[in-house]
């Protein structure tokens, strides 16, 4: 239903609905979103997450609604990829040796039209209590558009503890991991939108790998990791 509607409605109206739509899906998973920091809620921005769970891409969505660059893979998910591409997420091909040129070209489109683009730069999940090393590549369409980068942390939570039950890792199926969230109680998720690492209009943009760097350094001393 989800894509059907989108054909017949405006753009900001799809942003309306993506972004409603999350708030309803997290509240219906029993999970409670916390903000912190001040998200960029106006301009084109590239948000520069950790990644954690599937919830993630609603969490980030019920602040502001997002474009998301996510492995193909991710269509052929049950119920939720059928969601999330028609939500309008950004899709990679990591077979094709043209596909960071393509998406770069689509997140250039979006960002043209005042939207935030999301991007995991992890390349995949992990239990939330540490980072993997950032892939820098995709940070390049923003450094080109002279577009601000900011680094959000995410965090879960169970009964105000830090916990790895909505961590979605390893073996472990979509079904499996929407039973366990669905099955578990006071579950939460603190977004920390962190101080940007490249501002709008910046006149000299320092190389995509550093911004990778910096992105990496604000993310991990929220997260905690020690060895950074």
Known sequence: MTGVIYLFVSLSVRLWLKKHWSRILLALCGVRLVLRGAPALLQPVLWV???ISWLDIFALNAVRATAFIAKSEIRSWPVLGWLVAGAGTIFIERASRHAVH???LSVQAHFARGQVVGLFPEGTT??????LPFYANLFEPARKAAVQIQPVALLYFQHGERSAVAAFVGEQTLLNSLWQVLSSSGLSIEVH???PILEAAAQSAPPRAELGRS???????????KNI
């Open 102 to 104: 393509h998406v770069g």
């Open 126 to 131: 992990s239990t939330g209590f540490d980072l």
């Open 49 to 51: 997450s950790n990644h």
């Open 215 to 225: 992105a990496r350094l604000a993310i991990a001393k929220v997260v905690g990791q």
């Open 193 to 195: 939108f962190l101080s």
